[in-house]
């Protein structure tokens, strides 16, 4: 059975790849894996049913024999352990592993916070003291992500799974936006962006995503 990886119906990023499941698609699409799609409304997202899969009502999801997973960084480690998107040394693959909980759990924090700054206190009155403190500490962090790959192409040796979760967490408004400062990060995206992979992946969820829209 082809695993089935549950996405918004209707993403309200209109195909820009900002969805969590776009992580799950591109890890996918690099090992050649099919998968069918769950289409779920927001009103889905919190039935029992859908619950039962992901406990706070949120895609991705992804049922394969036997298996319902949850959280996009689990689900992608997932598809790289059971379809070589690690590295095969033990310790290069566990360091490729630490790049992933690094993407979710160092570099997007800072980006979130900036994005919820911005997206939802932007009226409070302490937000402008706040955001340059914000904006400091994200580039904080992308300085050092950018010194780490200094002239690599990715983040452990050959790409791998450390590197899908790490783009898509770039790829989010508040990273995407501070790029161009950013030369090796900007390159390392492109670099990332050109594979197959990705370029399937994109693809997909963007039809899928106009075709609800229109
Ligand atoms: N940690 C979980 C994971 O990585 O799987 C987070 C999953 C998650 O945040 N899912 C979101 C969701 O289901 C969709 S992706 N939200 C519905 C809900 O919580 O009720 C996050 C997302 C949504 C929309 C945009 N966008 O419009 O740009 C971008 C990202």
Sequence with gaps: MNPIVSVFAASPNRGRGLARDMAVRWALAEVGQDHQLRLLSFADLKTPEHKARQSFGQ???FETDGLTLFESGAIVLHIAETHGLLPVDPAARARAIAWMFAAVSTIEPVIVEREVAVL???DKPWTAERLP???ARLRQRLDDLATWLGDKDWLEGDFSAGDIMM???LHR???ALLMG???V???YV???ETRPAFQTAFAEQKTRSDAAHG
């Design 59 to 61: 895609i991705p999801t």
């Design 120 to 122: 939802l206190e932007g």
């Design 133 to 135: 403190m914000l904006e």
């Design 167 to 169: 783009v898509c967490v």
């Design 173 to 175: 408004p508040a990273g």
């Design 181 to 183: 400062d950013y030369p």
């Design 185 to 187: 990060l900007a390159a």
């Design 190 to 192: 492109a670099r990332a």
